[in-house]
Nanobody, 129 residues
Framework: DVQLVESGGDSVQDGGSLRLACKVS????????IAWYHQASGKQCEKVAD???????YVGYYWKGRFTISRDNAENTVYLQMDNLKSEDAGMYYC???????????????????????WGKGTRVTFST
């Protein structure tokens, strides 16, 4: 049974850190390109970072220097380390996987969107004052 299960979302304060995990089951994470998307309430869904099956990583301009994507092959899990969090980072974070093609969608009206093999249900990040 194929599943992507996100975890790690929590309530944080400005400047805080979280590590999100995308646990893959039913296929090998290293065989697919995997991305993290963020959707704030009422906003479009935007690509935060991705990691190719070859292990090449990309982090979007807004998050560069604050977020890091990585993959643990032994755990079959892709992580998103988020540091120096800002209130604009609040929202749902989804992981998605596709085989054999790069993940080119930077912005979409909504997540999930078509063209990907699998999506998780998301994990929520909120901010506390």
């Amino acid at each position: 049974d194929v599943q992507l299960v996100e975890s790690g979302g929590d309530s944080v304060q400005d400047g805080g850190s979280l590590r999100l995990a995308c646990k893959v089951s039913g296929f090998t994470a290293a065989e697919r390109n995997i991305a993290w998307y963020h959707q704030a309430s009422g906003k479009q869904c935007e690509k935060v970072a991705d990691i190719s099956s070859d292990g090449v990583t990309y982090v979007g301009y807004y998050w560069k220097g604050r977020f890091t994507i990585s993959r643990d092959n032994a755990e079959n899990t892709v992580y998103l380390q988020m540091d120096n969090l800002k209130s604009e980072d609040a929202g749902m974070y989804y992981c998605t996987a596709v085989r054999g093609k790069p993940i080119m969608v930077a912005l979409s009206p909504d997540c999930p969107f078509s063209g990907m093999d699998y999506w998780g249900k998301g994990t929520r990040v909120t901010f506390s004052t």
